[in-house]
């Protein structure tokens, strides 16, 4: 490459002039108004914003830059003025603008971004009637939906804490006697007489929440305690601080921690977010299009999430279940191959070892959807006139599903704890009521480290790919329309039995 410092200006100039002409030509071929801006005078423009920013650099002076933009306002004003009578808009003016900016832009090395400012300016401009006719197709209760979820994905979501709710519900342990940062023999001192015995672990916190790390517990006299402080950080015990631990109420603290409030209303954010794609789709590709390619795609990020979106729409527009329903069972469908890839990453042989079973029930999924497609085709024209989303946002219906969703985490966690793994096909159907990717990745983990054998890790994987397949037909249940619940329940049954059948025969046979 030519590392010649007059070479590259020029190169910048030349790159400057094609941009000038790009968006000048299209100002000429959109008919502007403004004499002072054919194709001609853009590439002019452009190259002033060019000379003014390599003269500021030379100069170390960024007055020229704004003694050029004034000079091109000048000549803006002036063919403004010329055309006052006439009812013409500004959108040439600014282009010109903009224009002398990505000049000045170029020449100080901020080419690509130049660039890439270029090409949208000219989608902007040549895209003016399917512009102006989007916006006139909007309604005002599609702009409110749409204000509603940008409020609360970035206002109300970076608000909530993104750690678990029993990091606020702890309890005075004690206060720091003695610590001894050689033999790491910490002694507490604590109100009452303790009741913890020689090997008991105690997890400490400074009283503004940080954690310090875990206390073990060797003996105690009086009201003082002694042990083995391990610290996980920077930050060290202080003689007279006062250190916190989680309350005593185990089963409150169980269940305080499972409640992450950001993942929860991510959540809800993410059962918004299906939805207006949804019926963004719908409204441009049409009904049936629409509505399918919104199954797929939501598919590959949510299944759950897409099928609670659906199940919703289905009671806006009782006369689309056939349609919902194909969505519906894409979506859960395209989550068996999903999986497969997911575990083909971190575990290669258990991936060989569930492809069996995953690709029957994603197969038998895609066949029950192309047989409700079919049947969706012969519904009548009225029947699609009928499909009316006047709701595109509808954060009650999120809500509903963010407290159902808590609640399966508060159970998982339960179950995860006061069961273990003896009971590892009982974990793997509660986990895959919330979340299948992650009793994948924990069963793959535990098949790696040799906790479990292959065959039981592959099992409980499709039992938890069974679980969470039965677990989308209870949100439809619960959020939907019983038609689209009847319409749908053989058809994930039907899934389901060729899980089961094909595992039994594959790993227990």
Partial sequence: MIQNPIFEQFVNFGLTAL????????????????????????????????????????????????????????????????????????????????????????????????????????????????????????????????????????????????????????????????????????????????????????????????????????????????????????????????????????????????????????????????????????????????????????????????TVSFAKRSLESPAFNRSFAVAILLASSIMFPRLLLEIAIVNYEMMKNIVLPMVIMGTTGILLALYFSLKRNKESAENKALMKLENPFCLKSAITFGIIFSAILILTRLATIYFGDRWLPLVSIISGLVDVDAIAFSLSDAQKAGIVSLDWASLNLVIGAISNTLVKLFYVFTLGSRKLFRQLAISFIIVCISGMITAAFYYIT
């Fill in 19 to 306: 941009v000038g002409f790009a968006l000048g030509l299209e100002r000429d071929m959109a008919g502007s108004e403004n004499p002072h801006a054919g194709t001609r005078d853009f590439i002019l423009i452009a190259l002033i914003g060019s000379v003014s920013g390599y003269l500021s650099q030379f100069f170390q002076s960024p007055w020229i830059i704004l003694g050029g933009f004034l000079g091109i306002l000048s000549f803006l004003l002036s063919g403004y003025w010329i055309n006052r009578k006439r009812d013409a808009g500004i959108t040439t003016e600014i282009a010109v603008i903009l224009t002398f900016f990505l000049g000045v832009l170029i020449v100080i090395g901020f080419k690509e971004m130049a660039i890439a400012i270029a090409i949208v300016v000219l989608v902007i401009l040549s895209q003016k009637k399917a512009i102006q006719s989007f916006t006139k197709e909007i309604q005002l209760f599609e702009l409110q939906a749409g204000i509603k979820f940008l409020i609360i994905t970035f206002i109300i979501l970076p608000v909530f804490p993104n750690q678990p709710l029993s990091d606020y519900m702890k309890t005075t342990f004690g206060t720091v006697h003695a610590y001894d940062e050689s033999s790491s023999e910490l002694c507490i001192r604590m109100d009452h007489i303790p009741s913890f015995a020689s090997g008991d672990v105690v997890l400490l916190y400074k009283s503004s929440g940080e954690q310090l790390g875990p206390f073990t517990v060797k003996s105690h006299k009086g009201n003082v305690i002694t042990g083995k402080f391990k610290k996980e950080g920077e930050t060290l015990p202080l003689e007279g601080e006062t250190l916190e631990k989680n309350i005593d109420i185990l089963w409150l603290y169980n269940i305080l921690k499972a409640l992450n409030p950001y993942k929860i209303w991510l959540i809800v954010v993410l059962v918004s977010f299906i939805s207006l794609v949804g019926y963004i789709a719908v409204k441009i590709l049409g009904p049936g299009a629409g509505i399918g390619l919104t199954g797929f795609i939501g598919g590959l990020a949510s299944s759950t999430v897409t």
